[in-house]
C-alpha cells in the first residue's frame, strides 16, 4: 500500500464587504470629530484613509479617523487585505461652522445643537425671501421647513431660499432639524410680504432698484486682501431682500470695471434707486476718490485706477431718484510728488448719498478671524442696511457701532455726505406703474449677466447616471457640482472630477481664501460628489464647456476604469455681457503709454506683498501704498480721471 501526499488547503477568499460606513458630521471649527469605519474579509485587513483632493490623511491607517476640524472637507477610507482586493467607503463631509459656539453643551453627544435661529422679515412682493438657520450635529443633522405648521416638502435644507416672494409666502416659519439621535426645532418667525399696490398715499417709491457691487482682492502689485468675498457676497443677499437687482464681481482689471459700470449705467432711468459698492485698495486725492483696479502698477497713478465721482455723474446724469454710492476703501495718497491738476467742482443734484468707511486722509480696516473675514465698516453695514429707515439715517447706525469697536479706535471714523431732499430708504417699495417698458428692457439686460446654465443629467454607458448643476456665488463665479444619481449594474466605487474647457484659473484657490469661498459652496448644493469652481468670467471669449469624467470599479474585472461625458453652457451669467470688448478697444491706447507710466518700483517681491497679519482679530488696512516717487512735470493739463474731462464722457442709452 503506497502512501498518498496530503491534498493542499483552499482558502476560501471572500469579497471585502463594508459593513459600517462613516456618517456625515457638522461641527464648530477646533471640534475633534472620529470617523469610524467597520468591514469584513479575510485575513488581516488594512485601511488609509483620503481626502477629497485625493491625499492620504497622515496617520489615517485605521478603522477609526480622529482628527481636529478646521475647514470643511470629504473624506474616504479605503480598506484592503493581502489578495490586494479593496474597496472604499461612502464619501463623507465634515462640514465645520465658523459661528458661535457659546451654547454648546461640554460633554456634547452628537445631538442636534441650534447655533443659528431664522430671523423675522418683511419682504416687498418679487423681491428674495431667505431665511436660515444652522445647526451642529453628529450626524448631520437633515433640515425640514415649516409654512404655517405645514411641511415645505422642496426645502429641506438650512437656507430656505424664494427669488420671487408672492403674498402666499407670507406667514409663520420654522424648521425642524434631526438627526438619529434627536429632533430640534427653531424659534418661530413671521414673514410679511408687502404689497406694492396697497401703498398709502405719500409713500416713497422707486420705479426699479439697480446695484452693483465690485470687491477686489488678488492684486498683481499690491497686498492682496481677504474679505471682499464674504462682503460682497452677504451684502448682495441682504441687497436683494430689499428688492434689488444684484451684479456681484470679484478682481477686476480698470478696463473690467469701467466696463462694468457702463452696464451698471444701462440700467438706471428716472425714478430708479442705484447703488454702486466697492471693497477693495482705493485713496483719495485733490477731493476725488479713486478705486485701484488688480492690474494697477506699482506705483499707480489716477489714470491707472477708477474715479468714484465719475461714477456718481454718470449715475444722476441717468435721473435717478435716489444715487448711493459706499465705499469699503483707504482715503489716503502716499504720491506726494504728484501734484494735482485743476478739477471742476460736481453740479448740484439731490438725492445723491456718499458712505466712506473712512474718514478723509485715513485708513479703513478689514479683520481676519479664524475662518471669516470683514471689512469693518461692512460689518456693520450688513447688521442694519435692511431696516426701513432713511438712508443716512442707517449710516449713522453704522458709524455709531463703529465708533465704539475697539479695534479701530482713534484708526477709523465713518464719513457720511448727502444731497437728500427726501426721507428716501433702501427699504422703500418699487412702483412700476408708467414704467413697464423701460422695467422690462432692464430686466432683459439684468437677467442677461445673471443666467445660469441649466441643470442636466449625462448617462453613461455603464448605466451611471450623474447629475451636473451650477449655482452663482457672483456674477462672474461659478460653481458647477456633479452628483452620481444612480449607480449601474457593474459598477462600484464611482467618483466624478470636473473640468473645464477652455481651463478656467480658480484665483480664490489661496490659503484662507478657499475656506471661506468653501463656506459659501456649503448652501449652495446638498453634498455633490465633485465641485468645480470657475472665476473671471468676465474674460471668457468663447464657450465654456464642463468635461465630467466618471471613474468606477468593474465589479468582473475588479479593475478601474473611465468614461467622460462634455456639457457646453455657452457664456454664463456675465461672461455674456463681453466686457472684454471695452478691453480690446483700449489696448492700443494703454499700450502707448505703458512703458513710461509703468517704470516705479514694480520688482518688489510678491511675497512679501502678501504677507497677512499675524494674530486673530487684529485689523489689516486697505490701503495699497504708492512706495517710489516718481519725477513729475508740473503741468496744468488734467489727469485722464479728473472730472473736467467729464463732458467728454458719452453714456450709452
Known amino acids: 500500500m503506497t502512501g498518498s501526499r496530503p491534498k493542499p488547503c483552499r482558502i476560501m477568499i471572500r469579497d471585502i464587504v463594508i ?13 475633534k470629530v ?15 484613509w483620503f481626502t477629497d483632493d485625493e491625499k492620504e490623511v497622515a496617520g489615517g491607517t485605521e478603522a477609526d479617523l480622529t482628527i481636529t476640524a478646521k475647514k470643511t472637507q470629504l473624506y474616504v477610507c479605503r480598506v484592503n487585505d493581502h489578495c490586494y482586493n479593496c474597496v472604499f467607503s461612502e464619501w463623507v463631509k465634515v462640514k465645520v461652522l465658523d459661528i458661535d459656539k457659546s451654547g454648546l453643551p461640554e460633554h456634547w453627544q452628537g445631538e442636534p445643537h441650534i447655533a443659528v435661529n431664522p430671523k423675522p422679515q418683511t419682504v416687498q412682493k418679487g423681491a428674495k425671501l431667505a431665511l436660515r438657520c444652522a445647526a451642529f450635529g453628529i450626524p448631520t443633522p437633515h433640515y425640514q421647513w415649516y409654512r404655517n405648521g405645514q411641511p415645505l416638502l422642496d426645502k429641506t435644507g438650512d437656507t430656505l431660499q424664494i427669488d420671487h416672494a408672492t403674498a402666499e409666502h407670507g406667514g409663520s416659519y420654522l424648521c425642524s432639524i434631526s438627526n438619529v439621535l434627536e429632533e430640534r426645532w427653531t424659534e418661530p418667525v413671521d414673514v410679511d410680504i408687502t404689497q406694492t399696490d396697497e401703498l398709502p398715499p405719500g409713500v416713497l417709491t422707486a420705479t426699479d432698484k439697480v446695484a452693483l457691487l465690485i470687491g477686489n482682492m488678488s492684486y498683481s502689485n499690491h497686498p492682496d486682501l481677504m474679505a471682499p468675498i464674504m462682503d460682497v457676497h452677504e451684502l448682495s443677499n441682504l441687497l436683494q431682500q430689499l428688492g434689488f437687482r444684484v451684479v456681484s464681481l470679484l478682481d477686476l482689471t480698470r478696463e473690467e470695471m469701467l466696463a462694468a459700470v457702463d452696464k451698471f449705467i444701462q440700467l438706471l432711468d428716472r425714478g430708479v434707486y442705484g447703488l ?17 483696479a488688480v492690474d494697477a502698477p506699482q506705483p499707480y497713478r489716477p489714470e491707472n ?20 454710492i459706499l465705499l469699503d476703501t483707504c482715503r489716503k495718497w502716499y504720491h506726494q510728488d504728484c501734484i494735482p491738476s485743476g478739477i471742476m467742482p460736481l453740479k448740484p443734484s439731490g438725492n445723491t448719498v456718499y458712505g466712506y468707511a473712512t474718514c478723509e486722509d ?16 461692512t460689518k456693520y453695514l450688513n447688521a442694519h442696511i435692511l431696516q426701513s429707515e432713511k438712508v443716512t439715517h442707517v449710516l449713522e447706525k453704522v458709524s455709531e457701532d463703529l465708533g465704539r469697536d475697539p479695534l479701530v479706535t482713534g484708526k477709523q471714523v465713518v464719513e457720511i455726505k448727502h444731497t437728500l431732499k427726501e426721507p428716501r430708504s433702501l427699504a422703500d417699495p418699487v412702483r412700476t406703474t408708467g414704467h413697464t417698458r423701460e422695467l422690462h428692457m432692464r430686466d432683459a439686460c439684468w437677467r442677461q449677466a445673471n443666467e445660469l446654465p ?3 443629467r449625462l448617462m453613461f454607458l455603464c448605466g451611471v447616471e450623474v447629475e451636473v448643476s451650477f449655482s452663482a456665488l457672483f456674477s462672474n463665479v461659478l460653481v458647477a457640482f456633479a452628483t452620481v444619481k444612480t449607480t449601474g449594474p457593474r459598477t462600484q466605487d464611482c467618483t466624478v472630477t470636473l473640468s473645464s474647457i477652455p481651463p478656467m484659473e480658480d484665483t480664490f484657490s489661496g490659503p484662507g481664501r478657499s475656506e471661506e469661498m468653501d463656506t459659501l459652496l456649503l448652501t449652495s448644493s446638498d453634498n455633490p460628489d465633485c465641485t468645480l469652481r470657475l472665476c473671471a468670467l468676465q474674460r471668457l471669449t468663447e464657450s465654456l464647456v464642463i468635461k465630467v469624467d466618471l471613474h ?18 455657452g457664456k ?10 471695452r478691453n480690446h478697444a483700449t489696448t492700443a491706447k494703454k499700450q502707448e503709454g505703458a512703458s513710461a507710466k509703468s517704470t516705479g518700483n514694480i520688482s518688489s517681491s510678491k511675497s512679501r506683498l502678501h504677507q497677512t497679519v499675524a494674530g486673530p482679530c487684529r485689523p489689516f488696512t486697505r490701503k495699497a501704498e504708492c512706495v517710489a516717487k516718481v519725477a513729475v512735470t508740473r503741468s496744468n493739463e488734467p489727469e485722464e480721471n479728473d472730472e473736467n474731462e467729464l463732458q467728454d464722457f458719452i453714456l450709452p442709452h
Open 362 to 377: 485715513a485708513e479703513a480696516f478689514e479683520v481676519q478671524d479664524g475662518g471669516k473675514s470683514t471689512g469693518i465698516f
Open 276 to 292: 454702486f459698492y466697492y471693497a477693495g485698495h482705493g485713496y483719495e486725492r485733490a477731493g476725488r476718490n479713486y478705486l485701484v
Open 552 to 569: 468606477y470599479t468593474h465589479t468582473d474585472s475588479k479593475l478601474r476604469q473611465t468614461e467622460s461625458q462634455q456639457v457646453d453652457i
Open 305 to 324: 485706477c477708477v474715479c468714484v465721482q465719475r461714477i456718481m455723474v454718470s449715475m444722476q446724469q441717468r435721473r435717478t431718484a435716489l444715487s448711493v
Open 34 to 48: 472620529t470617523l469610524i469605519v467597520r468591514a469584513e474579509g479575510t485575513g488581516v485587513l488594512n485601511y488609509q
Open 19 to 31: 459593513v459600517r460606513h462613516p456618517v456625515c458630521v457638522c461641527v464648530p471649527v477646533n471640534h
Open 572 to 581: 454664463p451669467l456675465v461672461a455674456s455681457c463681453k466686457l472684454y470688448r
Open 454 to 456: 441649466r441643470k442636466k
